[in-house]
């Protein structure tokens, strides 16, 4: 079973710093997906960026980008120029491809933007 | 194009009735999926269902809750004989094809047992 691992409860950063998100996972699948999702206070899940695991280059989305270690079973989020907008929990999540693609998720973190 | 539809957005039981949950999927799209998220945790997978089939409900607990996803109309979560542990967030997500990546979450339904 695939297990999602955040270590981090909550995190704050100020307005326009630069802040990472740590998550790691466990799987004995070769193919997989990872994500973050992001959840306002409105509670709507909303898809912030996505990595295949066969691909090697990193992926980024205007401010957000991870940091993708195969290897060491990793995938940080790095947000870059915070607005406080991005106040949210975080979650990242697993999915291994193929069919029946359920999620796991992570505990989540709390992210809060200050002034 | 409307996105995932769930309803009510929050319900209120008391112990011992039953709780209907309701999700109309993405037009186009016939995988759902239903996942719990506990005060204070991440969501929980709990069921998938195409029209019609349950294809897997491995995080389902074994009494007392029940989904379907009929030929037409929205699915159904339903939870008998509901109990303050159930207090959640339910959320639904839809997908177009069964490994479709992009699972597309409703506003979730927050169920409160009083």
């Known amino acids: 079973a695939q297990t999602v691992t955040q270590s981090q409860p909550e995190m704050s950063v100020q307005e326009a710093e630069t802040v990472t998100l740590s998550c790691t996972y466990d799987?004995?699948?070769?193919?997989?997906?990872l994500f973050w999702y992001k959840q306002p206070p409105s509670r709507q899940m909303i898809l912030v960026i996505r990595q295949e695991a066969y691909k090697q280059q990193n992926a980024t989305e205007n401010r957000f980008s991870v940091n993708f270690q195969k290897a060491a079973k990793s995938f940080s989020l790095k947000i870059s120029d915070s607005q406080l907008g991005d106040t949210a929990m975080y979650f990242c999540?697993?999915?291994?491809?193929?069919?029946?693609?359920?999620?796991?998720f992570g505990t989540g973190t709390r992210l809060q933007v200050t002034l | 194009n409307a996105g995932v539809m769930q309803n009510p957005r929050h319900l209120v039981r008391r112990r011992g009735q039953e709780a209907r949950l309701r999700c109309s999927p993405m037009?186009?799209?016939?995988?759902v999926y239903w996942y719990r998220q506990l005060p204070e945790e991440g969501l929980k997978f709990m069921v998938y269902?195409?029209?019609?089939?349950?294809?897997?409900e491995s995080g389902m607990p074994k009494e007392r809750f029940s989904a379907e996803f009929p030929k037409e109309g929205p699915s159904i979560l339903r939870i008998q004989q509901v109990v303050r542990g159930d207090s959640a967030a339910y959320f639904c997500?839809?997908?177009?094809?069964?490994?479709?990546?992009?699972?597309?979450f409703g506003p979730g339904t927050r169920l409160t047992v009083t």
């Open positions: 799987t004995s699948e070769s193919n997989y997906y």
């Open positions: 037009k186009g799209h016939s995988h």
């Open positions: 997500a839809s997908s177009f094809r069964p490994d479709d990546y992009e699972q597309y």
């Open positions: 269902l195409q029209k019609e089939n349950i294809i897997d």
């Open positions: 999540a697993f999915m291994h491809t193929g069919t029946a693609s359920k999620l796991t």
